[in-house]
């Protein structure tokens, strides 16, 4: 880790130089790298949260003034209850995953002595762009070590002191392993990121973790791949042959369980057969946490012919944009799958809007049947399609990735929850006997083998 | 195939409608759609043949009046000797290959009745930009078919009527199948591509075969990920212990099999050790095939020392900007990678000057030693990387792929030759049994499983 004064393209080419001497280290040099991190970073605790503490006093002071949401403030505090240990934690559980460089996933005898083979390695340069939480800085430096990846890092400004002093303590520590320097470099300054995205000879994959309006911003300034995900618009579809208490207890889960993360769910399509009877008991328990509920005409009727009267006055009617909205809040838009001849053309309706409308992120289809399931995981184009459960499962850790970079919802390279795989490329070798590709002429040339050995 | 009238976003958006029902296809259904194909074009031999003779005598006198390469109109004759015959073979072969659709890649108890499955499935829309070659569009049309995803085609003007007359004969033949129409649509005016690539939201990958120039500018106006390759830059090394005699073959073979090809060799880096001995012995076979070579001083010196008087006088310098071009010509740069304390310094010597100069295509090394190959395959970051073979052996059907869309330099997603796992990506289902998140909170909740099941 390094806090440079360097340039941009300096850092940028540092990075690429450093990346290709991490990328041939063996699992154990990384290994001991994690380790030495972890060891200093226990050590100068202290130091650290005393730096933490200069950051929340100037939010503090921002918040006060209204400069800066009490939330970003709550998720400064390193100090705050087991977030200290959490993090040292994560930084083990990263050096303890199986090493994800140099697997072999394909294996083809050519010919006699000619052998191809597919190897995972790493993809090489990131440049990673994070929110202000300071304990993040540590689980992608475990990431990008672990990975074989160079990475450089822009943290949220309010931040500031608390990245300084993780970076200066990871410095230090990586100067006794075999992790050259310049693997990881922390920036400071946000006008180095404009220059950064255009150094695509040198940074191969850029990852923003943070608002809607930064992905975008990203994506819009740079020719570099970006991985990550503008919109988590969710939806879940209520069969007319779901089970009752598990809608409720999935739907409340996934608009609840934290409502401003993108896997929370947004729309719920609901079968016209049941919207007197599931849609009152799911409606009600969402009224009772807060929820308000923007509803279509037939959705709509059929509640207020079955809740209670004060929950029935304060049902809202859904605009067409309600259903292209990613509220991120306690609102929740309803709308209705009208009766149909069968059951799998009730689901196609359903797929069929899911498809127009959602981001790809994650749906989930409750049923009781298989085949209506089935129908469904088949037919949504997105990253997570969930049966019977809630679309908050879609998560590196829940998913056993044991952490994640972020959610893509990219439909090329890494899609979903993001682990060390989609931190890994690969490349093609191959070993010959001096075999040439003048042997193997049409007419009359060797023939190919093509044995596929793995 | 539909031949249309449409705007550019009504025929992105027919392809995305239409990917949807392309991509739950069933493997018969797709196969199916690939012999009424085959069949149809079988019986429009006549038709399509007297469409390609209009195409190759309007090429014939741009020929002659210099508006048009002889290389370009060689390519257009569809009646020449085997090729309408191999167009027809190749559909056959794509539709013989293994399904590459709903493979499951991993699977996760992650709990009691909650499974986690990853599942290949088609990317969606496929953008695919060629040059002129009338085989092409069959080949395409059976990559895309084959593996789920809709493609808009647009081909090289020099074949408007040849692509008309096989995309007519398509579109009838898939008429009687279960592929929808707009699956596959050509599309013949040059303005419609910069429509097309404003279209995100409906286009999901751009693939332009064709030359640098049309790659670079497709990257630069699109924010749509791009697989392709801007350049291929390859280099061969020969290490001291290299076999001379295979030296010969393999680098003779790298520049002269195809030499206008990415994968024909265009920088050798020689081990000084052998200046005298091996490179003189390549240096006149490719003297003998009309090989110009520009030398650095120490191979110059060397050549002139031991080559006959005649061919060491045609000796050419090496400029630095000969190490980073790519001639697809008979031109080879040749620089000395000099005396280092050991081997392994020297491997690391071109694998540097290969890191900073290749286009991360192929390179190759020639040595008898396994750990010095290894340190050389494992230190080049390109997507194929050889021992004792030669560079043109990159390329999909060598590698037993059937076939290739192209080959990637990217470094994200697919690398190297593409062939339909390149147009895949996947998704993540859970099939779930009302398990809900809030269920495994940190205190005292259900503990998660992670059973690896695949």
Redesign the interface.
């Known amino acids: 880790m390094s806090l440079t004064d360097s340039s941009p393209a300096q850092i940028a080419q540092a990075a690429a130089v450093a990346s ?1 001497s991490l ?2 280290l063996s699992s154990d040099a990384r290994n001991e790298a994690l380790t030495a991190v972890h060891r200093a970073l226990v050590q100068s605790k202290d130091l650290i949260l005393s730096a933490n503490a200069q950051d929340v006093e100037l939010a503090s002071k921002a918040a006060e003034n209204g400069e800066l949401s009490q939330s970003v403030l709550k998720r400064l505090d390193l100090g705050k209850k087991g977030k200290w240990e959490d993090m040292l934690q994560g930084i083990l559980d990263v050096r303890d995953l199986d090493d994800p460089v140099g697997k072999v996933t394909m294996k ?1 005898k ?1 010919d006699d002595d ?1 052998i ?1 083979e597919r190897r995972s ?1 790493p ?2 340069v990131l440049l990673i762009i994070f929110e202000a939480r300071p304990e993040v800085i540590a689980n992608i430096t475990s990431l990008a070590i672990k990975s074989g990846n160079a990475a450089i890092l822009k943290g949220g400004k309010e931040s500031t002191e608390s990245f300084k002093a993780i970076s200066t303590v990871i410095s230090k520590a990586l100067k006794s392993t075999k992790v050259p320097r310049a693997s990881i470099q922390l920036v400071i300054t946000r006008e180095s990121i404009s220059d950064l995205l255009a150094l695509d000879k040198y940074i ?2 850029v990852i923003p973790r943070g608002s809607n309006e930064l992905v975008r911003s990203v ?2 300034q740079t ?1 570099i ?1 970006v ?1 990550g995900h503008a919109d988590g618009l969710c939806s879940i579809y209520i069969h007319a042959d779901a ?1 009752p208490s ?1 809608a409720v ?2 739907i ?3 608009k609840l ?2 409502t401003a993360a993108c896997n929370s769910v947004e729309t719920l399509l609901v079968d016209e057969a049941v919207l007197e009877t599931t849609l009152p008991q799911v409606a009600s328990s969402l009224f009772e946490k807060g929820v308000s509920l923007r509803c279509d005409k037939l959705s709509k009727a059929a509640l207020r012919r079955t809740l209670p009267r004060n929950q029935a006055a304060i049902l809202q009617d859904a605009s067409d944009t309600d259903y292209d909205t990613e509220f991120l809040d306690l609102i929740l838009a309803i709308k209705t799958i009208p009766k149909t001849s069968s059951p799998t053309a009730s689901v196609d309706l359903a797929t069929t809007h899911i ?1 127009a409308h959602s981001s790809k992120h994650t749906d989930a289809i409750l049923t009781s049947s298989e085949s209506i ?1 089935d129908r469904f ?3 949504v ?10 679309t ?4 590196g850790m ?3 990735f044991g952490t994640e970079v972020g959610i893509s919802t ?4 890494a ?3 993001v682990g060390l795989e989609g931190l890994m ?14 042997d ?1 002429s049409e007419d009359g040339g060797r023939k ?1 083998k ?1 044995e ?1 050995l793995l």
């Open positions: 290709r990328a041939v083809t050519l000619l191809l390695c993809i090489g191969d994959l994506k819009s020719s791949p991985l089970d598990m207890r999935i409340v889960d996934a369980n934290y498809n399931a995981l088949n037919h184009d997105s990253a997570c399609v969930f049966w019977n459960t809630s908050r499962m879609a998560d829940r998913f056993g990219n439909k090329i390279h899609r979903g929850p490329i690969y490349k093609y070798r191959v070993r010959g006997t001096g075999q040439v590709a003048g193997y190919w093509h596929r």
